[in-house]
């Protein structure tokens, strides 16, 4: 079974609204962190938000929120007043206790229409 | 002031040659990794080493070897280069005792075997 899902191979917003970029993952392990990269077409990899399996509250950077659903295993990214820049591939990580590895999604390109 | 550093940017040469790519990080962390990402975007993780010792080896062909002289360095040798090994490498760093162990990428290296 896929640990980390990202359903979305593409989507489209249109500047300045907001987007929500979905993932979900598999793990039994009570404890592992959640992770969020972009990709910007440069090809390097930024990190942007991480949220923690104990965190009570969705974590938050700036225009970058994470909407934390725990029972539904689900980590989406928002992303609010899209700009321009902010047309990539965006990557939704986990890193679970029990393993050192982090395991990444598939990615989702986004595109920011003017 | 680079946090995590790659070189060669970009490599290109025949099958059947051997190469290196070199890494290095001044973030002061303790874990260094290798990942690889394919033509459709895909990363994965290769090895991973910490205080110079190796802690993950996934299923690589041993025609990879990595090399961690110290904390802030590891380097990867490719033996025997083939067609499939053409990617992009990503090097990698995070500190194994901070709570979040958020990666840190270099720029990466896009590799190209003719």
């Known amino acids: 079974a896929q640990k980390i899902t990202q359903t979305q191979p593409g989507m489209f917003v249109q500047e300045k609204e907001a987007v929500t970029l979905d993932c979900t993952y598999d793990t039994s392990d009570p404890s592992y962190g959640l992770f969020w990269y972009k990709q910007p077409s440069s090809g390097e990899m930024i990190f942007l938000i991480y949220q923690g399996s104990y965190d009570q509250q969705n974590a938050t950077e700036g225009r970058y929120s994470l909407n934390f659903q725990k029972a539904r295993k689900s980590a989406n990214l928002v992303i609010s007043a899209s700009q321009l820049g902010d047309s990539a591939m965006y990557f939704c990580a986990m890193r679970e206790e029990g393993y050192q590895k982090v395991t990444f999604g598939t990615g989702t390109k986004l595109q920011v229409i003017p | 002031d680079t946090a995590v550093s790659q070189t060669p940017k970009y490599l290109v040469t025949q099958m059947g040659n051997d190469k290196s790519i070199k890494c290095e990080q001044n973030l002061g962390h303790d874990t260094m990794y290798w990942y690889k990402q394919d033509s459709k975007k895909f990363l994965k993780i290769m090895f991973s080493?910490?205080?110079?010792?190796?802690?993950i080896n996934e299923t690589v062909p041993n025609r990879f070897s990595p090399k961690s002289p110290d904390k802030a360095h590891l380097n990867l040798h490719i033996n025997s280069l083939e067609l499939g090994d053409s990617a992009v490498y990503f090097c990698?760093?995070?500190?194994?005792?901070?709570?979040?162990?958020?990666?840190?990428f270099g720029p990466g290296t896009r590799l190209l075997v003719l």
């Open positions: 990698a760093s995070s500190h194994r005792t901070s709570p979040e162990e958020t990666q840190y």
């Open positions: 080493y910490n205080n110079k010792e190796l802690i």
